[in-house]
């Protein structure tokens, strides 16, 4: 049906009259999305049954990644790329006089992750299959996903997200394939033939549903599969309770995605969320194993389970409970299969986002896990008393359970045999200082997978035109190989070349300049700087260096009679986590001081800033190819790698930044000459962290431009805000700035005037950005996945031959 315009149009419109039971002429577009959809998904299911046959015949390893976020965004796009039949389809709803781009918009962004941890999960999918490994999503069917933003008087207001509202096209419900997940309860202990037996009793069954979505690969027929949990009342109702309840409480469990990525919200739901994803995940995979082999004695040798930072992690004591109680196992087989089967990925080293779950709401929740949790925190800290006899400071630092708590970090690490961290330096931080001690213990566990992002979404789908320049300058084999990107350097030299990236981005600018006017109704300069900060808000990434920066530049500009800048637009997107009381008031204040510079006519020709509401996936696809700059300022040792980064970078945007996660790499791949690198090192944070010595005061005191720009949080400088930037100002002061944003400000104003110099030579700046594009390759999710399939999961690809 996709093999020429003819016949796709024949086809299309026929299937849309049945489905939508219209003639086509009365067709909406969400009509024409609902149809093209159905048509992609029967046009795969031949090569989805044959990869799920694949997998049943042949005894390759698979591998199962369980996150708690899946960050997709929309999926018709970037589907009709990897079948290779965007032009046919693009072409023939012309002919219809239909808009596929318009189509394509129509469709909500699944957006069931908080930012990079969910969309490098939704990446590695896209390269698992693209790379036709054996390799699965498992994670929750979120009714909701991460909450709506909207900009009302500057502030942050949240919406429930809908992305279900009309349906969803690319899932199949399995209700047969549904697993039975058991809460609260007790635990029966029997003695039978010598043996002792649990038995968990009393409990609140809860029924997983799976929702199957299809994985499609770039040009292969591999169709992978993407298992999202729904939470269902079981069949039979528990009869102590209110069936009103059970039944609210249990499609609670799926309901929302919590919209908090650092703080650990200790709530019991949380908890629920976090095993029943594991049990539904388990319960599936060993049924389907037990099927093929029988007995689970080679399970890890069949079987590769990862987790995506610790909210999985009860994968390690739902496994060995399986191997204990259902499979009859003893402790030793049922450990040795355990910890040489679950791999585990560390992202960040923030404390505060260390999970730790207080015993008194973990252990009448899941009594029997919690039983397997203290037995392993038992035999694992007689292992670790065997090593360090009488190191009682060491033991109990790195006990699973102390003080009330059970921390799941160190149950992740015990019961893996891998422990990976995302880029070179997070890794190094997290083996020499967080988690020394257990690299200590545990040397060969741990090890470096620097991130990764899918090429195809965010270079083939977010800029057609720039992969187009691309492939007429070296060929596409790039698409499939990223690392041939590198064949792009000698054309950084190239004069026509680098005209037509000019060009390229010129249009990309005017399109966002489009969207910037529609959403916020700001005209923006075209042919100024755009300079972009995207991500979620937080202290660390200091979105109010970037701030600070545009006060001092707004007053200079109305001040100095003689100052002027190269135009320059600073944009931002970025959401807040609901109960981040001071996240939200640097929203306020970005938009505060949007409506201060913007109206000003006596600076607003050379400086605009602006806020772009609701950044989710589907806007970044718009800003990317528009940036010019990329602002990824972190506190070093803070920001465990980023891949909005990448993004940028593949993009041709030059990174501005400080010396943090993958921005080393990327670094070292283009040379000090095609990046703008400034502020403290990593270093000189720790030792601040762990010696003292830094006095935000006196920074404050002795730059004039630092104090003019903190006073002005205060001083009424923003009118009608009546003390509402206090608690930044105290943030800075009082607390005396724990994120030294006024420590690296004159550092990072020094950055942004080279930066300004450099954009003005443009032959220049355009070389630097063809060679961050020709360095991006490395950064492809493909070869991120091809490390963990060779170092952690050894698994091979399958042959379609
Ligand atoms: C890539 C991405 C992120 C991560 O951005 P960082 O700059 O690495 O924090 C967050 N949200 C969305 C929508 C993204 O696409």
Redesign the pocket.
Known sequence: MFSNKEKFKEVFSKKLEMMCGKRFEESTVRDQYHTLGNMIREYISNNWIQTNEKYRAENNKQVYYLSIEF?L?RLLGSNLINLGIRDVVEEGLKDLGIDLREIEESEADA?L????????AACFLDSLASLNLPGHGCGIRYKHGLFEQKIVDGYQVELPEQWLRNGNVWEVRKADLAVEVNFWGKVEVSQEKGRLTFRHIDAEKVMAVPYDMPVIGYDTKTVNTLRLWSAEPAKMFPIHKNIMQYKRETESISEFLYPDDTHDEGKILRLKQQYFLVAASLGSIVRTYRHKYGHLYDFHKHVAIHVNDTHPVLAIPELMRILLDEEGMSWEDAWHITTNTISYTNHTTLSEALEKWPVYIFQPLLPRIYMIVEEINERFCRDLWERYPGDWKRIEEMAIIAHGLVKMAHLAIAGSYSVNGVAKIHTDILKHREMKLFYEFFPEKFNNKT?G?THRR?LLKANPELSRLITNAIGDEWIKQPEKLLDLKPYAYDVSFKQNLAAIKQKRKKMLAQRIYEQTGVVVDESSIFDV????LHAY?RQLLNVLHIMYLYNRLKEESSFSIYPRTFIFGA?ASPGYYYAKKIIKLINSLAEKVNNDRQTNEQLKVIFLEN???S???EIFPAADVSE?ISTASK?A???????FMMNGAVTLGTLD?ANIEILELVGEENIFIFGMTADEVISYYQNGGYHAYEYYHHDKRIKQVVDQLVNGFFPNVYDHFEPIYDSLLTQNDQYFVLRDFAAYVEAQEKVEKAYQQRDKWLEMSAINIAHSGHFSSDRTIREYANDIWNIKPISWE
């Open positions: 960050l965004g957006g992750g908080n930012g990079g941890l969910g969309r490098l991130n992002i965010w900060q995207v991500k979620r990434k959401k950044y989710r996936v806007l970044a696809e990824q920001e790698s980023g891949t909005g980064n990448m993004k996660g």
